[in-house]
């Protein structure tokens, strides 16, 4: 039976967490028994996007949520046009990974002015145009600074005499691409031993990731290493290796990001000597951040992931595990 007492506490309780979200000057959203979510996906061109993918909607699925699903295959003008349609859609919430850190702020921005709150999952956008916990509520997604940190201490403690580095970046513009270049590029320029004799983007792609790997290797035949920002194009990379009769482990190491079961695998086998792990199953953590806010809680500005790492000291055990 509901109290007058209840009910006061209720309407307490419900006032707070409308005054926590309007305090961080963010669009509220109320408790509901369901709810129509969007998730702008960038793209599905690879294993860790189709994972992150399915792990959204299994989470939707389990919480008897309506998703509404867009893919903006690689576009981040159509990314754009897909939070706007879901704006039109009134969808209580947006998941957004966005493709790239300038573009997609005016739909971040057209989604507070509609009332609709944000959650950036994996990919962050530009710091300097749009704020956490003002333009949305929070990003969740890994310290990619870090990742190229780790992927260069690694490096810099195998091959102390130094080394002439390929490096094969993300999707131009975007967070992790930016950051992992910063992370990596940042930690060997204590020691000159190290050089970066190119940095080209492969797009996070296998068969870009490959062709570019071909075209710096005959530039740079005295490259010893190559540092892949994602698991794609290291596999790509290894393809051009062995395609130019070079042994990848042996003649060239390679290093990579993502941590997915082919790549933990090629650590098994020696073609990889390590991967820092970044993993794609998002959707308990995104549902969960969602369930925060709905609950009134203040969200920190970044919902951190916490990334493995993986060598040849622990990838034959920990290979099943991954994504
Ligand atoms: C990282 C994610 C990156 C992956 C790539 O959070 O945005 O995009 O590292 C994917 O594999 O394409």
Redesign the pocket.
Known sequence: MLTRRVVLMATAALAVGLSAAYAQGLPPLEKKDTYKVGFAQTES??P??IAQTESMKAEAEKLGYQLVYTDAAGSAAKQVADVNSMIAQGVDIIFL?PREEKPLIPAVMAAKKAGIPVILL??NVDQSLAKAGEDYVTFI??DFIDEGKRIAEFLMKEKPEGAKIIQLE??TG?S?ANDRKKGFDDTIASNPAFQVVASQSGD?ARDKGRQVAEALLQAHPDADVIYA????MAMGAIAALEAAGKTPGKDVMVLS??GGKEAVQAVVDGKIAAVVE?NPRFGPKAFETMQRYVNGETIEPWVKNIDAFYDKSNAAEEVANAY
């Open positions: 061109n690879n860790w996007r990974a994996d990919r997604g890994s993300g999707t975007s992790p996070f920002h994602n698991d794609e990001i993502d970044c």
